[in-house]
């Protein structure tokens, strides 16, 4: 069996994520959007459960899936999304289907690219608002503000694909070709009229990232209503990210370090 209902090796520290990315007050996710993932030993990952909400989870609205026959459906161009649902189905527990989200595929994607402790899928009204625009495509190719440049590094850009087998195909295609361009992972994919993917080592690490992801979708939105963006210069984003105290505040926020640092502002 691919998946597995196993509540016992999901953390609370995954459950405490899924939960404060969920809240109202973020709009990031509405109903039973969104999902996140955490890496377990054993080649495995803890993801919610299909028809969750995020805002009110706990251990038992998680499955545990493989990674490795969920990798093979990446790469079998004969999978059907049949095949996919199938696979993240945990069975009947307590008279409640257990399955795996439709989209954990992006999940596994990421792990068969590079490992990562965590990952957070959310669909934040203000960041779908540019990508479901003309201007979605290319909104993030500069940086519009310095904090922006150290939180989220360089996005990669997804073009749409429906939910399912097919989003995970091109989600990996495109994940693959990043890492063997730079040799690392984005922390944040922009999924076009559908929402964002972050990476990060740490729980703390997937917040930054999505909270940044809006707050850069929000200053976009007011430039663009005051005549358009004026974006950082490629040769100071450059000289920016090769200094060693950004490249070390960079390491620190991505571990969670903005949190609880009274020195934190603006770029400093």
């Not at 930054?208 to 040769?235: F, H, N, T």
Request: proline content about 5%; charged content about 20%; overall charge negative.
């Amino acid at each position: 069996m691919t998946a597995r209902y196993d509540p016992d090796r999901v953390s609370d520290e995954l459950v405490a994520l899924t939960r404060a990315l969920g809240a109202p007050d973020r709009d990031q996710v509405i109903l039973a959007e969104g999902n996140t993932s955490q890496l377990l030993d054993g080649d495995r990952i803890a993801v919610k459960a299909s028809g969750t909400g995020m805002a009110t989870v706990s251990a038992e609205d998680f499955v545990v899936v493989d990674l490795e026959p969920l990798t093979a459906l990446l790469s079998d161009d004969s999978a059907t999304q049949a095949d996919l649902t199938a696979a993240l189905d945990a069975g009947e527990i307590g008279g409640r289907r257990r399955r795996g989200s439709i989209e954990t595929l992006v999940h596994v994607a990421v792990q068969a690219v590079a490992p990562s402790p965590f990952v957070g899928h959310t669909h934040p009204t203000a960041v779908v608002g540019l990508l479901a625009s003309v201007v979605g495509p290319g909104a993030w190719d500069r940086h519009v503000y310095s904090d922006e440049a150290v939180v989220i590094g360089r996005p990669l850009y997804v073009p749409y694909a429906q939910p399912g087998i097919e989003l995970g195909r091109v989600f990996h295609r495109a994940l693959a070709r990043r890492h063997a361009e730079t040799g690392e992972l984005p922390a944040l994919v922009l999924l076009g009229n559908h929402g964002i993917v972050a990476i990060a080592p740490t729980a703390d690490g997937i917040q930054a990232v999505c909270e940044m992801a809006v707050k850069g979708a929000r200053v976009r939105q007011i430039a663009y209503s005051a005549g358009g963006v004026a974006p950082l210069s490629a040769e100071a984003v450059d000289k920016f990210f090769a200094r060693d105290d950004i490249a070390e505040r960079r390491g620190s926020l991505a571990h969670g370090g903005y949190r609880g640092d009274p020195g934190h502002g603006g770029a400093g």
